[in-house]
C-alpha cells in the first residue's frame, strides 16, 4: 500500500524558511516523477512543483519560483520542498503526491496523496 | 496561462445523475484528470486520461472531454459523493493546473 507522510510544516515569519520532507512506502519511489500540492483551508487546490524519477526534469507554480526549490532522495525513499522568503501567501497545507508515471510532464496523473502539512506564515 | 473553469456547486438528487464540467481552450487537445476531495480528507484520483478509472473507482464515475469542454459524470448518485471534485490538466507554460473546484450537493 502507498504511504507518503509530509513532515516539517508549522510557524514561520513573513521572510522565513521552512523545509518539507516526504517519506515514501509501499512503491518504488525511485520510479515515479513526484510533486507537491498545496490548499488554503477552504480554498482550491494549487500545484506547486514536481520533479523527474531522475532529477532531469521539474517544475515550479510561477508564485514560488526562486524561492521554492524541490528535490529528492532516491535512496533514502524522500521527496522535499525548501521553502525560502515565505510569504503569508504561502500559508496552506501542502501535500506530497506520487505520479502515475515517472516522467515530469504530459499527461501528469496524481494517483496517491498524503494527508499534508500545514505550513503558516505569520507574524 | 492556461486556467480550467469549474461551476462552483452542483446539486443532484440522490439515484440521479450529476454532471460537472470544466472547460479551456481547446480542452481535447490535453489529458483531464478528475479528483474527489471529501470534507477533511486528502484528494482522491477518481478520472484519469480523460476517462480511465483507477482501481477502486466505481463504475458510476465516467468522464469524457470534447473541443472546450470535460465532463466528469456520475450516474446513481449517492450521498457519499458529496464531495469536492477538480479537473486538473497539463499546459506546456503553466504545467500543472487544477480547475478552481466544484462542490457537488447530494440532496
Known amino acids: 500500500e502507498v504511504h507518503l507522510v509530509e513532515s516539517g510544516g508549522g510557524l514561520v515569519q513573513p521572510g522565513g524558511s521552512l523545509k518539507l520532507s516526504c517519506a515514501a512506502s509501499g512503491f518504488r519511489f525511485e520510479s515515479y516523477a513526484m510533486h507537491w500540492v498545496r490548499q488554503v483551508p477552504g480554498k482550491g487546490l494549487e500545484w506547486v512543483s514536481g520533479?523527474?524519477?531522475?532529477?532531469?526534469?521539474?517544475g515550479y507554480v510561477d508564485s514560488v519560483k526562486g524561492r521554492f526549490t524541490i528535490s529528492r532522495d532516491n535512496a533514502q525513499n524522500s521527496l522535499y520542498l525548501q521553502m525560502e522568503s515565505l510569504t503569508t501567501d504561502d500559508t496552506a497545507f501542502y501535500y506530497c503526491?506520487?505520479?502515475?508515471?515517472?516522467?515530469?510532464?504530459?499527461?501528469?496523473?496524481?494517483?496517491?496523496w498524503g494527508h499534508g502539512t500545514l505550513v503558516t506564515v505569520s507574524s | 496561462s492556461y486556467e480550467l473553469t469549474q461551476p462552483p456547486s452542483v446539486a443532484v438528487s440522490p439515484g440521479q445523475t450529476a454532471t460537472i464540467p470544466c472547460s479551456a481552450d481547446?480542452?481535447?487537445?490535453?489529458?483531464v484528470c478528475w479528483y474527489q476531495q471529501r470534507p477533511g480528507q486528502s484528494p482522491v484520483l477518481v478520472l484519469y486520461?480523460?476517462?480511465k478509472r483507477p482501481s477502486g473507482i466505481p463504475e458510476r464515475f465516467s468522464g469524457s472531454n470534447l473541443g472546450n469542454t470535460a465532463t466528469l459524470t456520475i450516474s446513481e448518485t449517492q450521498p457519499m459523493d458529496e464531495a469536492d471534485y477538480y479537473c486538473q490538466a497539463w499546459d506546456i507554460t503553466t504545467h500543472v493546473v487544477f480547475g478552481g473546484g466544484t462542490r457537488l450537493t447530494v440532496l
Open positions: 481547446r480542452l481535447d487537445t490535453h489529458y
Open positions: 486520461q480523460d476517462s
Open positions: 503526491v506520487k505520479d502515475l508515471r515517472g516522467d515530469y510532464g504530459e499527461p501528469t496523473t496524481l494517483d496517491y
Open positions: 520533479i523527474s524519477w531522475n532529477r532531469d526534469s521539474l
